[in-house]
């Protein structure tokens, strides 16, 4: 089984930076993308920013210049580097991990329990 235990939400001030992390545990696993989508209270869950396992990657243009994701292959890492943090990127996290077995075909989306950021003040 493949679980996804998200760490970096908390309470910044607006200009503030955060570091989000997911470490995708399991055993065999093939990881083809890592992603952080958001959920703003009556908002739609949107994609942030997505990086394949060669290392491309994917920005909203909301967040461009200011978000960088990256990820550490050997430990089944995701990281969301949030700097210039606006109020209106105050949501739940989630980061979400496209992965199969190895030596199987089928991939499976997983998904951490989301980690709240709140900025204020």
């Known amino acids: 089984q493949v679980q996804l235990v998200e760490s970096g939400g908390g309470l910044v001030q607006p200009g503030g930076s955060l570091r989000l992390s997911c470490a995708a545990s399991?055993?065999?696993?093939?990881?083809?993308?890592m992603a952080w989508y958001r959920q703003a209270p009556g908002k739609e869950r949107e994609l942030v920013a997505s990086?394949?396992?060669?290392?491309?990657?994917n920005i909203v243009a909301s967040v461009k210049g200011r978000f960088t994701i990256s990820s550490d292959n050997a430990k089944n890492t995701v990281y969301l580097q949030m700097n210039s943090l606006k109020t209106e990127d105050a949501a739940v996290y989630y980061c979400?991990?496209?992965?199969?077995?190895?030596?199987?075909?089928?991939?499976?989306?997983?998904w951490g329990q989301g980690t709240q950021i709140t900025v204020s003040s």
């Open positions: 990086i394949s396992s060669r290392g491309s990657t």
């Open positions: 399991g055993t065999d696993l093939s990881i083809s993308l």
């Open positions: 979400a991990v496209v992965a199969r077995r190895v030596g199987n075909l089928r991939s499976t989306d997983y």
